[in-house]
């Protein structure tokens, strides 16, 4: 800052000095005031203070400028730092999707594949299988049929109870015809006994 104000010094003395012994005004130099008459120390000094103030005005809004845009930096510099481990956990995410999508697909290609097998599987097992299904089905419809002429054979063909039935009529008429026999004998003994011949 010192070396700052003495240049500044040194360039407003000056050409006032130049002015005092030419007798005349202080040239204006870019960024000066235009002195019209010699100026007194005191008025030097007024002057040269607040220059100085300007300057310093100046710098410490400069500082301040810097301060903020360091701010702004750090701000930044923490933004990309940020930016870069999202960055990176994204890519690190997608490389975990595009694992597990690529092992997905490899699990659909080998499902396909099955369902392809399998979908052949049945189509050749249909087409042994459909003359095997006619085939019983034949056997079973002939099954019926010969269960169906047993079934009005055996239900024409007399049980044990009607042969008992049968056996115990036939003994019975025996011994009608038993009994009528000897009645019969009888008759003929008594017209016999009575004079009466066939």
């Known amino acids: 800052m010192r070396p700052v104000a003495a240049l500044i010094a040194a360039l407003a ?3 006032m000095a130049l002015a005092e012994e030419s007798g005349g005004s202080v040239p204006s130099l870019p960024g000066q005031i235009a002195v019209s008459k ?3 120390p005191a008025q030097k000094i007024a002057t040269l203070e607040e220059a100085l103030n300007k300057e310093i005005g100046r710098r410490v809004d400069l500082d301040a400028k810097v ?7 750090s701000r930044l510099v ?5 930016l870069t481990r999202d960055k990176a956990s994204s ?3 997608l490389a975990r999707t ?9 699990d659909l290609a080998s499902l396909r594949g099955d369902y392809t097998g399998i979908a052949k599987t049945i189509r050749l ?3 042994s299988l459909a003359p095997l299904a006619l085939l019983i089905l034949a056997l079973l419809g002939l099954l019926l049929f010969i269960t169906r002429k047993l079934a009005v054979h055996v239900h024409d063909v007399p049980t044990m109870a009607k042969l008992h039935e049968y056996e ?3 003994t019975h008429l025996h011994d009608q015809l038993k009994a009528e026999k000897g009645h019969n004998a009888v008759l003929k003994e008594r017209l016999t006994n009575l004079g009466i011949v066939d």
């Open 98 to 106: 595009r694992d597990a999508m690529s092992l997905l697909q490899r």
């Open 13 to 15: 003395i000056s050409p």
């Open 78 to 82: 923490s933004a990309r730092d940020a």
């Open 168 to 170: 115990t009529l036939v």
């Open 67 to 73: 301060v903020s845009l360091a701010q702004e930096n």
């Open 125 to 127: 097992s249909l087409e």
């Open 91 to 93: 890519d690190a995410e």
């Open 38 to 40: 010699p100026m007194t």
